[in-house]
């Protein structure tokens, strides 16, 4: 059967070839940068503009959009640092903001007045998160590690009537972290707070705090790995709905009566429930699903049980949903794996649809753009492997083109059918991307993703290795030309490869990888101090499987690496240090490895600024056609 789809598959790209007659124009990535990053969306008061964040202007900055005319408004003005743009107040147009250092990742919540002054809501936080409002929108809701590093604790700050005096605003901490549980939501009365209890990477536990009593309580007592994940509560406070996995591959909505104490599956789907939410007033309950590397939004209207469509809609994934406090409109980012993010508004009752940003550079026709093609190969062990296909518009007869598997990071990631535009950019340069959702992979079930657990550069690596064998079978990629590239995790399998499978892969492309185990598990920020013991189950305890990272690190075989590769690492990585990427080079070079290397030295784990991204991204296309394309 897998032989015949595989055919099948291949019959469909030789006519596809056939089809396309002309060569589509070449794109610089500058033009592909030049496609705007956006997302987020709050409504202001009077629900006639939105706050969104835009990468317009190179760094990441809060903007608002005008409702009626479309019109975009730059409201911070950053040059160095990402602003994420959170929330406007719910009584005027000042807003709220995160902005951390040069990608440090010590986030700090600010407010910005409306003559243009800011705030700094957390002067004395090492790392704060931003919750959202109350249900009264009186005040916020944030976590703190401010007094125990390792831990966060809840804060309320109330706002709204407040004045600054010179002690700030009103705030109050409403729990204080000393088990290592992660807060998570909270009832509209504030009687009742969730609490997260990471045991793994696939095993989580609820408790409920009961802020009257004082008292803790573990909601989901179970044997074996469950994943359970705090979603809302209902509107009368006396609810708790969770995602869990229980006797299932995927995850699924169930409701907990805190009264009876008893449970209710309330939602199943095929695929994976990845979240679920209340509007405002609870008209409206949105749902996600990982749909195959794809979104399903479901919104429901809570009343008339009837699911809502949304007419003349685009071809594509929504996420995103935000739902006005007058649950009368809602606005949603709408992309695919060929079309950028863009922003629409819907209203309810009149059912008028209205796109309110253009993302995609006009340089670029989209037309040229490539739309990923979801295929599965088996791998070394007969497991079927998902992963997304990208091939350049024009293959003639023949053709030999050079490849790439694309590696996400986590290790737990996922390649989505998203849009990216250095996927688009390499794509359109020549080269055939596959993007590999190796196991361990997130969507796609419990056992598939569990089952790289302490496996990590062996069973994951032997399924990239084994997706070359689809590649070559398409009859357009080259045998000796395929390389692997990946970021974070991602980076770690690019140097495994190289490493311990050193003639599989002609070239490697590391993004800011892990390559010493022992290192980065026992270096990990002092605030993920709750998932150490998580991480130590999936990935191995530095302290007692010290043996077994180190042969998985590709630090101490880097003698064994004979094909080039290049580096990118941001100085400021708190993830993966430096220096991990600084001893792998060095290594190699010792060996006469051809090796080159890009600090970067105001970016931390992941590229922020556009300029820093067109300068990786082409210095990568410069190493590909160089020791790939050309070789």
Known sequence: MKKLSLILFLIALSCEQKDNLSQNQRYTIKQFMNTTQVFGGD??????????????????????????TGKQTQLTNSLENAIIARSYFPTDNRIIYTSDEGGNELTQIYIKNWEGSVIDLTPDSAKASYY???????AIYWASNKRNPKYFDLYRTEVIGASVAEDGFQTD??????????????????RYIALSERVSTSDANIHLLDTQTGE??????????VLNEPQFFSKDHGTLYFTTDHDSEFAYLMSYDIATQTRKVEQKAEWAISYAYLSQNGAYRVTGINEDA??????????SKEIITIPNLPEGDISSVNISDSETQMTFYLSSSKMPRDLFLYHFKNKTLKKLTHTLNPEINPDDLIAGQVIRFPSFDGLSIPAILYKPNYIQKGDKLPALLYIHGGPGGQTRLNYTDRIQYWVNQGYVVLAVNNRGSSGYGKTFYKADDLKHGDADLKDCIASKEFLINTGFVAADKIGIMGGSYGGYMVMAALAFAPEEFAVGVNYFGVTNWLRTLRSIPIWWEASRNALYTELGNPETDSLALYNKSPLFFAHLITKPFIVFQGANDPRVLQIESDEIVAAARSNNIPVEYIIFPDEGHGFSKKVNNIEASQKTLEFLDKYLKGS
């Open 132 to 138: 959202g409002w109350n249900h009264n929108n009186t």
């Open 294 to 303: 794809s979104t399903k939004i479901i919104i429901q209207d809570t009343h």
């Open 216 to 225: 803790v309580s573990l909601i989901t007592p179970h044997e074996g790995n």
């Open 173 to 190: 901490n409403i729990y204080m972290n000393d088990n290592g549980f992660t807060p998570s939501t909270v009832s509209d009365n504030e």
């Open 43 to 68: 409504f202001s008061a009077d629900e006639k503009t939105i706050l969104i964040t835009s990468k317009a202007s190179g760094v990441l900055n809060a903007y608002t959009i005008d409702l009626e």
